[in-house]
Nanobody, 125 residues
Framework: QLQLVESGGGLVQPGGSLRLSCALS????????IGWFRQAPGKEREGLSC???????TYKDSVKGRFTVSRDNAKKMVYLQMNSLEPEDTAVYYC???????????????????WGQGTQVTVSS
């Protein structure tokens, strides 16, 4: 059973940075693409980024230049570096894995089979 566990969330001031981590257990990380999503209160889950097993990355336009995804297959970890955070970035952040090694064409949650429990990010002064 593939399991994903997010960590690194917390409270940060506007303009600050956070690095989220997604730890994979149960299987080798290599074959899996990993996506990052977030869900703010009262809003739908939003796809942010996906990194393929080869390291190719796609981003939602609104986070390009602020968010960076990376992976360490040896450690079975995927990271989401978030800079210049804004109050609008406040949400629960999730990592997820689709069934294939490549990222799905679109950042849609329906295309992802495995999910972590989420980590809360709050951007506030």
């Amino acid at each position: 059973q593939l399991q994903l566990v997010e960590s690194g969330g917390g409270l940060v001031q506007p303009g600050g940075s956070l690095r989220l981590s997604c730890a994979l257990s149960g299987f080798f990380l290599d074959p899996y693409a990993i996506g990052w999503f977030r869900q703010a209160p009262g809003k739908e889950r939003e796809g942010l980024s996906c990194i393929s097993n080869s390291g190719a990355v796609t981003y939602k336009d609104s986070v390009k230049g602020r968010f960076t995804v990376s992976r360490d297959n040896a450690k079975k970890m995927v990271y989401l570096q978030m800079n210049s955070l804004e109050p609008e970035d406040t949400a629960v952040y999730y990592c997820a894995a689709p069934p294939d090694s490549d990222c799905p064409l679109h950042l849609r949650s329906d295309d992802y089979d495995y999910w972590g429990q989420g980590t809360q990010v709050t951007v506030s002064s």
